[in-house]
């Protein structure tokens, strides 16, 4: 059979990870109980549970298992949102939001069960999460998630700035807290990882296939592809910040309520054993409290994982480099030289108000957009929850607050200035906070 040539971003997962499975396209006429379009973590959970609970369900994806956001991204594993709290989410999704916080405050664990449940080899560490604040009045944010988080049986815990001090190897933070639940992953071996899982339990995979529309027909939906079309009874969207970038007409009502925004990932060159030790020395994930994040966690070949943002015309990478390794040099002076082996980048799906959005798209079908930079843990718990709703658990009972989908007006006008908000980032991150 002919195959598409997919062309992989330069990055460092892709540079270090097994090949995936032999896949085929999708051609000629298909059929599935489910069908599931888009092959990232969420789509791939999605699969996966279904088959755990006998659902024949079909995965259709555009490229390759994870390359896309889920193979692009830092690989930290997050149980939180990046702003908004348990406090915020049950405010705007009463019962259904509380749901969702238990769903949150679980989702590290259900991703480290899942991968050593099927022997997945993506370099995971259970080590923590943390954040730290980068100024004293920042500190209001910890104690806030802290008092939050808590009330919901997270194993959260405030930080002093010794303590951070202690636990990071600088000096650079006032405070902060830490999740123990988080942790870090090779999230492109994860999604390699998952899509054998999902084959191996009797699932199907159809790669390199954009999905060109997809309709009602006869109590079935049907998706149709340049090649092929498959029919099934339920249908999960599950395309994330990638919606509308292959296929633009494919769901415009989904593309057009996130904002995808290019974030760039930066690999340095392993670290000497007695830097290593120095710098982060417990392994935890680490992301603070900047709008313009400074972030990093080590792989397992004692790389720092890091990455920044650009704007601009020129060489964005060379640029990128200076401005990180600066930054590192400023936060780990003991760190001397910086050489980066990899800078990569890929979309993250930012919503206005920094919360998902799940939708019932029509008879038995779903989708979900949204990840607002904390896709890796939250959507493998996504993904059990959508399989739940398309084997016929009562949508009252999920652990996902459904909205109608709320496109953001002149969205092309507004992707074309969203780079620019990295300098209101810039701005509000040199402020105190009163």
């Not at 015309?313 to 400023?330: F, H, I, N, S, Y």
């Not at 780990?332 to 990899?342: L, M, R």
């Not at 890929?346 to 896709?375: E, I, Q, S």
Request: glycine share 10%.
């Amino acid at each position: 059979m002919e195959r598409t040539e997919i062309r992989w971003p330069d990055s460092l997962w892709a540079a270090v990870t097994p090949s995936g499975p032999d896949l085929p396209d999708l051609s000629g006429s298909q059929q599935a109980d489910v069908i599931v379009i888009g092959g990232g973590f969420t789509g791939l959970s999605t699969a996966l549970h279904l088959r755990e609970a006998g659902i024949d369900v079909a995965v259709v994806e555009a490229m390759e298992p994870g390359w896309g956001a889920s193979g692009r991204n830092n690989g930290q594993v997050i149980p939180t949102l990046s702003r908004p709290d348990p406090e915020d989410i049950i405010a705007r999704h009463g019962a259904a939001g509380e749901r969702f916080v238990g769903l949150l405050r679980d989702s590290a664990s259900m991703l480290f069960d899942v991968a050593q449940r099927y022997n997945i080899e993506a370099e995971q560490e259970q080590a923590g999460w943390v954040q730290p604040v980068h100024s004293p009045g920042r500190i209001k944010i910890a104690e806030r998630r802290v008092r939050q988080w808590s009330k919901f049986g997270a194993p959260v815990e405030l930080l002093s700035r010794e303590q951070v001090c202690d636990m990071l190897g600088s000096d650079a933070w006032y405070g902060g807290f830490w999740n123990r639940g988080g942790g870090h992953i090779n999230p492109l071996a994860l999604a390699r990882g998952l899509a054998r899982a999902v084959l191996d339990q009797g699932g199907r995979i159809y790669a390199r296939s954009p999905v060109e529309s997809f309709k009602r027909e006869n109590n079935r939906w049907v998706v149709k592809t340049a090649k092929g079309e498959i029919s099934g009874r339920a249908l999960v969207v599950a395309t994330n910040a990638y919606s509308g970038e292959i296929v633009k007409s494919l769901v415009p009502e989904i593309a057009t309520e996130v904002m995808p925004v290019l974030s760039w990932q930066m690999a340095t060159q392993p670290l000497s054993d007695n830097v290593r030790k120095s710098i982060i020395p417990a392994r935890q994930a680490m992301s603070d409290t900047h709008g313009e994040l400074y972030f990093a966690r080590y792989d397992a070949r004692n790389r720092l994982v890091t990455g920044g943002a650009v704007i601009g015309p020129g060489d964005k990478a060379a640029r990128l480099k200076e401005r990180v390794t600066a930054r590192l040099q400023r936060l780990w002076p003991q760190i001397g030289e910086v050489s980066f082996d990899h800078v990569w980048n890929g979309y993250v799906g930012m919503t206005t108000d920094f919360l998902p959005r799940f939708h019932k798209l029509g008879p038995d079908a779903y989708g979900w957009t949204g990840c607002n930079g904390r896709a890796v843990a939250l959507t493998i718990a996504i993904g059990g929850e959508l399989a739940k709703a398309v084997r016929g658990v009562p949508l009252n009972e999920l652990a996902l607050p459904f909205s109608e989908p709320q496109p953001i007006p002149a969205h092309g006008l507004l992707r074309k200035l969203a780079p620019l908000m990295l300098l209101v980032y810039r701005r509000r991150d040199a402020r105190e906070i009163a």
